[in-house]
């Protein structure tokens, strides 16, 4: 049971847009910035998104992030097929005095 | 540029132990904590703690306190991650990940892993 709640699934066409939320509470997204991490099928994750909407250098701007209250979203825009794979949510917790990650959301392209 | 590259597949006994390294290139290990995160198979991501290279110490999940220690060598750039008491549920992929801090607006720091090792799958089996 993950800290942090996130849909098991998604799904999309090329070229739509598709959302994944990512659920927490007071001591963990309500009160720390939220980062999101891309697992390819049998690859370490990859940071996608950091401080809630902040991109690293090379992520493609189909990407975003947002964040309200206790919950926070990853955007992406113009599917693709590669953009198939895990995505992961994670914010620092006040109480446990450590990271928490949501349980994964699965992406599937159609 | 930034590398974590970790040491090789294990194999190991249900009360065995197990110790991972991440050897680190392309910045001052000195300069950033590192955690340590695992994967069971088909599962989420899980944080088993972290590890202060500059002077040593660690803080570990409290799921893992009294079976794991982390430890680090600054004169090859590497951190260890040991576990003992090996069960059947600890089968998993181990990833080592460097921690970056980002000061928002109001000066005020967030934390997120920029870097992650390759992984190294951890097979507990009788």
């Known amino acids: 049971q993950s800290v942090l709640t996130q849909p098991p699934s998604a799904s999309g066409t090329p070229g739509q847009r598709v959302t994944i939320s ?49 919950s926070a979203s990853l955007a992406i825009s113009g599917l693709q097929s590669e953009d198939e794979a895990d995505y992961y949510c994670a914010a620092w917790d006040d109480s446990l005095n450590g990271p928490v990650f949501g349980g994964g959301t699965k992406l599937t392209v159609l | 540029q930034v590398h974590l590259v970790q040491s090789g597949a294990e194999v190991k ?20 904590y590192m955690h340590w995160v695992r994967q069971a198979p088909g599962q989420g991501l899980e944080w088993m703690g972290v590890i202060y290279p500059s002077d040593g110490g660690a803080t570990y999940a409290q799921k893992l306190q009294g079976r794991v220690t982390m430890t680090r060598d600054t004169s090859t750039s590497t951190v260890y991650m040991d576990l003992n008491s090996l069960k059947s549920e600890d089968t998993a992929m181990y990833y080592c990940a460097r921690v970056a801090k980002y000061f928002d607006g109001n000066g005020y720091p967030h934390y997120h892993f920029d870097y992650w090792g390759q992984g190294t799958l951890v097979t507990v089996s009788s």
């Open chain 1, 22 to 70: 990512c659920s927490g509470t007071s001591s963990n997204i309500g009160s720390d910035a939220v980062s999101w991490y891309q697992q390819l099928p049998g690859t370490a994750p990859k940071l996608l998104i950091y401080s809630n909407y902040q991109r690293p250098s090379g992520v493609p701007d189909r990407f975003s992030g947002s964040k309200s209250g206790t």
């Open chain 2, 13 to 32: 006994k249900p009360g065995a132990s197990v110790k991972v390294s991440c050897k680190a290139s392309g910045y001052s290990l000195s300069t950033y």
